[in-house]
């Protein structure tokens, strides 16, 4: 009987293991021999001369052994991803204990149930967390909330625990005790200064790598649309050339019979189809600029009126993150303000020694007034959600004010204008 309660203890450990590693880490166990000898050595610690805490904590020890020897990586990353495991599901354990103990107690084997029930009340609660994570916590909006309230909580924890002991000290007043409860106090607020610290590393890290996230969708939706537009401007170049010939022949034909005005309109149109082909992809000179704008303008209505002037072959000193986080929000605003009707979007470029300026000017859905300019200065977002959008213009002028450059928006004649100058590394 005692064999197989330690077996099942054994089993359901193994289990817990497997799970926990697997929500944690997204580790799957596949080399599963080790396991069956695992349960060989379960049967030999029980015939050692150990009470039965003891053979729990060798049973334990050996469903270690076996996950580190069964996980396929690292040997040092092994031993961390087992050694939280391990702290975790300790945790999970004493939880249960306690109570199993208080309902199983008297005889000898009893205390092997109050083990095996204690462990399957862990693996039911951590079925119940997989269960969770897999149905809620995979809405990115839901995760932040729900990990910043789970910290708050053990904060809580923490602070009611700090405060029973405070109380405690009042009805034992001995001089030992009361040193133990000071440095244990001294070590809670430690830990609670840390896990405040952990918080904002967390949540400044978040928002770094959500910010990069976006960009590095945005440069590869970009750059998607590079190829496209590159292979359209390819195959219409093709078409023009190979019908080249025959145009040429038709108007040698025309002139020949001095039908000069049918030669010069048929050669306006030939140029027209030229001109349209080169506006198939608009070239400013910086490739990341390239691309966003062209990226963004494949947005626009037909009816709206590109026209970008200069051509600055240049490489910004920043970096590229930072270049698509200007470019991006720019080229954005300049979309998202032109309405249906006809409107009109200029770009212009000039280069100088060590700076380049970059003009945007588009025309204006709505005039700004001094009621929709921010305490920044910068103009207020028009849409209703204010908490995802207004925030363009703020990113747009602390990039460049990083790096020196500067940043100044106007309204000129129903126009929204907007004037970047940025630093360029000369090769």
């Known amino acids: 009987m005692e064999i197989l309660l330690l077996l099942g203890i054994y089993c359901v450990e193994l289990v817990c293991y497997q799970v926990v590693l697997k929500i944690l ?43 580190f020897l069964s996980i396929q990586s690292r040997i040092i990353e092994k031993g961390i991803r087992l050694l939280l495991t391990q702290l975790t599901l300790a945790c999970i354990d004493d939880i249960f204990s306690y109570p199993c103990e208080q309902i199983f107690s008297g005889h000898y084997y009893l205390e092997y149930v109050s083990c095996l029930v204690a462990k399957c009340c862990a693996i039911l609660s951590i079925f119940l967390l997989y269960v969770f994570k897999e149905k809620f916590l995979q809405k990115e909006a839901h995760i932040n909330s729900i990990i910043y309230f789970i910290i708050i909580l053990i904060i809580g924890l923490m602070l009611l625990c700090l405060s029973i002991m405070n109380q405690v000290i009042n009805y034992f007043p001995n001089d030992k005790y009361i040193l133990f409860c000071n440095i244990f106090n001294i070590a809670i607020l430690i830990s609670i200064f840390l896990l405040v610290i952990f918080i904002i590393y967390i949540k400044n890290t978040h928002e770094r790598m959500e910010q990069l996230l976006k960009t590095e969708t945005l440069l590869k939706n970009s750059q998607v649309s590079y190829y496209k537009q590159i292979l359209k401007k390819e195959a219409d170049t093709r078409k023009y050339r190979h019908d080249m010939i025959n145009h040429l022949i038709y108007v040698q034909e025309i002139l020949c019979k001095d039908r000069i005005l049918d030669a010069k309109n048929y050669l306006s149109n030939i140029l027209g189809g030229f001109k349209k082909i080169q506006n198939t992809y608009y070239v400013i000179g910086n490739d990341m600029v390239d691309t966003i704008m062209n990226y963004s303008f494949g947005m626009l209505p037909k009816n709206v009126a590109i026209k970008v002037n200069g051509k600055c072959p240049v490489i910004i000193d920043m970096e590229d993150t930072d270049v698509c986080t200007i470019f991006s929000n720019l080229f954005q605003n300049a979309v998202v303000e032109n309405s249906p009707k006809e409107s009109h979007i200029i770009v212009e470029a000039k280069k100088g020694h060590q700076f380049v300026e970059y003009k945007i000017r588009n025309s204006l859905f709505r005039e700004i007034n001094e009621r929709n300019i921010g305490k920044h200065g910068l103009p207020k977002t028009h849409k209703s959600d204010k908490r995802n959008h207004g925030i363009g213009m703020i990113n747009i002028k602390n990039t460049i004010e990083k790096v020196n450059g500067k940043f100044e928006w106007y309204q000129s004649e129903g126009d929204f204008c907007v004037d970047v100058i940025l630093p360029i590394r000369n090769k």
């Not at 580790?27 to 003891?54: D, Q, S, T």
């Not at 904590?57 to 076996?66: D, M």
């Open 25 to 67: 880490f997204q580790v799957e166990v596949r080399n599963r021999k080790w396991m069956v000898l695992g349960g060989v050595l379960a049967l030999i610690i029980e015939f050692l001369p150990v009470n039965v805490a003891g053979k729990n904590v060798l049973v334990t020890g050996s469903v270690f052994v076996v996950m």
